[in-house]
């Protein structure tokens, strides 16, 4: 399948793009302007980049722990983003909601949520709601393989399925949960399988290559929208990075991390459009550099924005005092 030039150039810039601002995010960290912890997705971009590309634009997308890429990926500003992570005014929720709890309605994007796999049931509820309201809009869920390990990712697909509504059920099988191999969690060869046992579509992809996650995402996302209900995607990626700030890996060999260095997605996505005619070289390296430069901007942002004011602390905070 061919797409236009200028936006498969974009979308190189943007798998850059959360690349540069997840190590910026890190540094950041390690400088002690955020506190806490966080969970980057650096070496899954092809997963955010290629499944956001095979939606329509009013589509809409659920998020996990793991969603700075994802939520760049929907159209995020990167200097919003960064102030939200650092606590400050200018951020998506006025620096309240930080890592694991952003969201931004006006362009689909549902949220994210600290609990594995906390979004299935309500991505699983958004697309019921496009079903009724007759929108035509396709819901993308996003997750990792330890969440196919929740009861809400059962509940969450047997609903979607026997209802079949317009949802895109997406597995980044990063091939840890934490520290625990998706080998010792569950006695499937693919996690798409679980497909099988709920009577939907299935399908496992290379999820370091952003031209297959496009191309299964675009599909999954039509026959939903169609009326054919569901698709499981399992995407078979790496993080490059421990599970949060704080892990060193311990878990994993050099050799495993080396085989999947080798097959990094801005690497493999650069090769590809190169030897497509997309870019040549110099292209290439303009674009990375754009992508640098953007979140250079977006830390400087983020900087500047002011601590969230005392007056607005109860802001959205809703209790029974009764």
Avoid at 83 to 96: H, I, N
Avoid at 230 to 243: D, V
Wanted: hydrophobic fraction near 40%.
């Amino acid at each position: 399948m061919s797409y236009p030039v200028e936006e498969l150039r974009e979308h190189y810039r943007m798998m850059w793009l959360i690349r540069e601002f997840e190590q910026a995010l890190s540094e950041q960290f390690s400088a002690g302007a955020i506190g806490g912890t966080s969970h980057f997705c650096i070496g899954q971009e092809a997963c955010a980049v290629g499944a956001v590309a095979g939606l329509r634009g009013d589509d809409l997308m659920t998020s996990n722990h793991r969603g700075h890429g994802h939520f760049l990926a929907k159209g995020a500003d990167p200097g919003r983003l960064m102030a939200e992570l650092m606590g400050k005014a200018d951020g998506y929720s006025a620096g309240r909601g930080g890592s694991q709890h952003m969201a931004d309605f006006s362009i689909g994007f549902l949220g994210s949520n600290g609990i594995t796999g906390g979004m299935i049931p309500v991505a699983t509820g958004a697309a019921l709601s496009q079903r009724l309201l007759g929108t035509g809009r396709v819901v993308l869920c996003m997750f990792g393989d330890g969440a196919c390990a929740q009861g809400a990712f059962h509940e969450g697909i047997n609903m979607g399925a026997i209802w079949r509504l317009p949802i895109v059920y997406f597995i980044e099988n990063n091939l840890y949960a934490m520290s625990t191999p998706a080998r010792q969690n569950f006695n499937l060869e693919r996690l798409s399988g679980f497909a099988d046992a709920y009577g939907i579509a299935g399908a496992s992809v290379d999820g370091n290559d952003y031209f297959a996650v496009r191309d299964a995402t675009a599909r999954a996302a039509e026959g939903a929208r169609a009326g054919a209900g569901p698709t499981i995607i399992e995407a078979l990626t790496y993080r490059q990075c421990g599970h949060s700030k704080s892990d060193v890996c311990e878990y994993r060999s050099d050799e495993e991390e080396q085989r999947w260095a080798e097959r990094d997605p801005l690497g493999s996505m650069r090769t590809r459009l190169l030897a497509d005619g997309v870019v040549d070289s110099a292209g290439a390296d303009e674009l990375e550099r754009e992508a640098r430069a953007a979140v250079e901007r977006a830390v400087d942002f983020a900087r500047s924005s002011p601590a969230p004011s005392v007056a607005t602390a109860a802001t959205g905070v809703f209790s029974d005092v009764g």
